[in-house]
């Protein structure tokens, strides 16, 4: 498979009712030529797919999927369509004239306009032209546009819509439902419960009319659960049988067989007897019973996506555009890059862009969960969802759309949800053949009961049905995702987003944490501590310009230092004539100063003893020997060859690092500081930091190397950085923690993305993945455990040596609670509070 066409989209997919039917679409879509993986999410309905856009399409696999009995959702790529409010329309012509109009505009595929509800649906590419532009046309005819408010909202909000609704109708069918079937359950068994029945409906008086009314009480349930056979029973055609199938086989035969025996009732065959050998109101309460169960695990999995929505909501539906015209509200998809947004105080920002005017305070503990607001002024970044607290900010869109950072969070919490941990695939492969082995069990156990066990028909129906409608394989199929989904989301509102259920399994097996030093365990901003001269060449002023000149074009920290210390003292510098940077160890550069050309080499001792540096004398090295041992970084500076200086510079501990390494050790991770000073700094700032084992004069292109190293005693390595100049040693890593400071490179770097940019983080993401793989596990020990014991006793194992049998009612609630259970454990980590450090 060439790799340059391999294509990874997600999709949703409709018509999957459990693990079965997610397993079987996995199993058939995955083994298509040109298919290089398939991951199928029942709790999402989605399916995410790799596969070799030259070997086949799209369509073809929608095709694969259809002949399965689901749909595959596929959206045109680069389309997209949108929902206009007309007004002005009087009559058709001006509907056919906005028709051929918009119609005939660059980019836009199709038109349509209904006169009668004055909306207009437009489907367009999104590259060719926007919406803004379609609206402007519609007016330039002389009508009013405007995007529809249903319109604008991303899938998400769509599907969330979509599944009230579903959860509407599912309410509707469901009382109905229970109202008959407890009926049927009284009339048929209210004797045995010693309620009194009429004389008119008693078995023993008028036992055709006692089971005609619960046949005509029975129907309407079976109608209002037509699902179950309009699913399962071609699923069982096709040979691919669902839980679905289960529910329509059991209630069937309930159904069939006591409809046949109200047949022989009314033709007079031992109609007393027959009156008490009727299944309806199993049938009844099954549907009803797994109506109830399906509603509230479907209630139950729609709150695990409260996460999402909450972000969601943080974006606001208008903004105000600043024009030639004015000041105008438009709608927030309506910005485009380069428009001059207002941002009022109490206004959330509208999309990401620089402050062009103003000054405020904005609160993004929306996004990062950082508490305090920070200053903005012109030139710095806002973030479309934060909070404009007391100043009016005027900002130039610089991304709008799904390039939004709020809009990367969700889609990335979103595929964290929708995508699988390893530990799901022993559920996922016995959830393929669960199904047809509960229905080869079922017949297994009745024919034996009824052959072997010579017990009566009616005994070993009760056990095959039993048998079927007690086993669960939704609640295996739920038991992984529902938690990964609960757990990604509750991450994402304590700051810390895990890129997919892969990186969640993983974190909670780290045994050994890899901290970069700098901009991780410090603050990444060093400054300069001491500027010790050893020749009387130069003076501190004239060595200050000479180090900010030198520096002026280097981005390094440390040359931030040296330029900001400049600064600071209002000493004027100029541009280096010649500038290289010597990686992990310092600098060359030609620098003017008083008319004197001056070559400069800054760096480590290192670097000195390569250009062999005149002047390295013992009580120069002493001097340098005692900076270390403070933790301070000590450079060299030569010019002409000669020693000049020795330069201490400092990076403060973060005041969160001794506490979160504490608390990781407590945990029984190994704590390792990676970093590229010498020995002696780097023991100095781990005894600060608390931490024993140090690796140090690590090159930045060596960094992976070490990760690696460790990797070799086969313990789980985690790698924590800033994402920037450790990228590589993230990606080495099992797992790579990236501190969200630099957040456009953390995301695409990190599996684990801390937002706060501060160790808290650290601590949150691994107790929070093992909070989450024991949710799993608990789901996973109930899904097994219920359908291990269960499905035995419904096979009458307990009758054998004395005890009861199970009856199919009972089994029938006890697997639509047991998916319940699954989802109802899983919401429990929407509480979840991380350990304080």
């Not at 790799?3 to 079965?20: D, E, F, T, W, Y």
């Not at 009668?116 to 007016?139: F, G, S």
């Not at 909070?771 to 194992?797: C, D, E, H, R, S």
Request: aromatic share 6%; proline share 4%; net charge neutral.
């Amino acid at each position: 498979m060439n790799q340059l066409n391999v294509k990874k989209i997600s999709l949703p997919v409709r018509g999957m009712h459990c693990a079965s039917c997610s397993s079987r679409i996995e199993k058939v879509v995955g083994a298509v030529a040109g298919v290089k993986s398939c991951f199928v999410n029942l709790a999402t309905e989605t399916m995410t797919l790799e596969f070799d856009e030259a070997a086949l399409s799209i369509a073809e696999i929608a095709g694969q999927v259809k002949g399965l009995g689901f749909e595959l959702i596929v959206t045109p790529e680069k389309k997209q369509q949108v929902v206009l409010d007309i007004q002005g329309m009087s009559c058709a012509s001006c509907s056919s004239r906005i028709e051929k109009v918009v119609g005939a505009m660059t980019g836009v595929e199709s038109c349509a306009v209904n006169l009668a509800v004055e909306k207009a649906v437009v489907v367009y590419n999104n590259d060719l032209v926007k919406v803004r532009d379609v609206v402007q046309q519609i007016k330039d005819i002389g009508f009013s546009a405007s995007v529809s408010q249903a319109e604008g909202q991303s899938s998400f909000v769509t599907k969330q819509k979509e599944n009230q609704e579903k959860l509407r109708k599912m309410v509707g069918r469901l009382w109905p439902a229970l109202v008959l079937a407890t009926l049927v359950m009284i009339l048929s068994m209210g004797e045995m419960v010693g309620l009194s029945l009429p004389v008119v409906v008693s078995p023993s008086q008028e036992p055709f009319r006692f089971a005609l009314i619960q046949f005509f009480l029975v129907v309407p349930v079976l109608w209002l659960g037509r699902s179950f056979y309009l699913i399962g029973i071609p699923a069982l055609v096709r040979k691919a049988p669902n839980m679905d199938s289960l529910i329509a086989v059991g209630t069937g035969a309930a159904f069939i067989y006591s409809t046949w025996n109200l047949i022989e009732i009314g033709m007079g065959i031992d109609p007393f007897h027959k009156a008490h050998d009727l299944y309806f109101e199993s049938a009844a309460m099954l549907i009803a019973l797994v109506s109830l169960g399906k509603f509230l695990e479907a209630r139950s999995k729609l709150k695990t996506s409260d996460a999402i929505s909450k972000l969601m909501e943080l974006a606001p539906e208008t903004a105000i555009l600043i024009n030639n015209n004015g000041q105008t509200e438009i709608l927030v998809n309506e910005i485009v890059k380069g428009d001059h947004i207002l941002v009022r105080p109490g206004d959330r920002v509208a999309t990401d862009g620089v402050v062009i005017h103003g000054e405020s305070a904005v609160d993004e503990s929306m996004l990062t969960g950082e508490s305090v607001a920070l200053k903005k002024r012109p030139g710095d970044l806002v973030y479309g969802g934060t909070l404009n607290k007391n100043g009016a900010l005027t900002v130039v869109a610089d991304k709008v759309g799904q390039e939004t950072m709020l809009a990367r969070i969700v889609r990335m919490v979103q595929d964290a949800q929708g995508s699988k941990a390893p530990i799901a695939n022993l559920a996922d492969r016995i959830s393929l053949y669960f199904v047809p082995s509960v229905m080869v069990l079922a017949l297994l156990a009745g024919l034996s009961w009824y052959f072997i066990g010579h017990a009566d028909f009616t005994f070993a129906l009760r056990i095959f049905i039993a048998v079927l409608v007690i086993a669960c394989p939704c609640a295996m199929g739920l038991a992984t995702p529902t938690s990964i989904m609960v757990g990604t989301g509750r991450g994402a509102q304590l700051g810390v987003l895990v890129k997919n259920g892969e990186a969640l399994e993983m974190a909670q097996k780290v045994k050994i944490i890899v901290f970069d030093k700098t901009g991780t365990l410090t603050h990444g901003r060093p400054s300069l501590t001491d500027l010790l001269s050893v020749s009387e060449r130069f003076d501190d002023d004239a060595l200050v310009i000479l180090l900010a000149s030198a520096e002026s074009n280097s981005e390094h920290p440390l040359a931030e230092a040296l330029v900001g210390y400049a600064k600071e003292k209002n000493i004027a510098f100029t541009a280096p004539l010649s500038f290289q940077a010597i990686p992990g160890r310092g600098i060359e550069a030609q620098v003017s100063y008083q008319e004197e050309m001056c070559a400069l080499v800054l760096g480590n001792k290192a670097l000195m003893d390569e250009r062999q540096v005149k002047g390295m004398l013992p009580e120069v090295l002493a001097q340098a020997e005692e900076l270390s041992l403070a933790g301070k970084t000590a450079l060299y500076l030569s010019i002409d060859g000669d020693l000049q200086a020795i330069i201490g510079v400092a990076d403060s501990v973060r005041r969160e690092t001794p506490a979160t390494i504490k608390k990781l050790r407590n945990m029984g991770i190994e704590v390792v500081m990676l970093t590229g000073d010498n020995e002696k700094t780097a023991r100095a700032i781990a005894a600060e930091a608390g931490i024993d084992r140090v690796i140090a004069g690590v090159l930045p292109d060596y960094k992976a190397q070490e990760v690696s190293r460790l990797k070799q005693g086969g313990r789980v390595v985690a790698m924590v950085g800033d994402g920037i100049n450790d990228a590589p040693a993230l990606a080495t890593a099992d797992l790579g923690i990236a501190m969200g400071t630099g957040i456009d490179v953390a995301i695409e770097t990190g599996d684990v993305v801390l937002m706060k940019g501060n160790l808290d983080g650290v601590v949150t993401a691994l107790a929070l993945s093992r909070a989450t793989m024991t949710n799993i596990k608990q789901n996973l020990f109930w899904a097994f455990a219920y359908n291990i014991i269960g499905i035995p006793i419904a096979a009458g194992v307990l009758y054998i040596f004395g005890g009861p049998t199970l009856n199919p009612m009972i089994a029938g609630a006890a697997m639509a609670l047991s998916s319940v259970s699954v989802v109802t454990n899983a919401l429990r980590l929407r509480f979840y509070m991380p350990p304080k450090v």
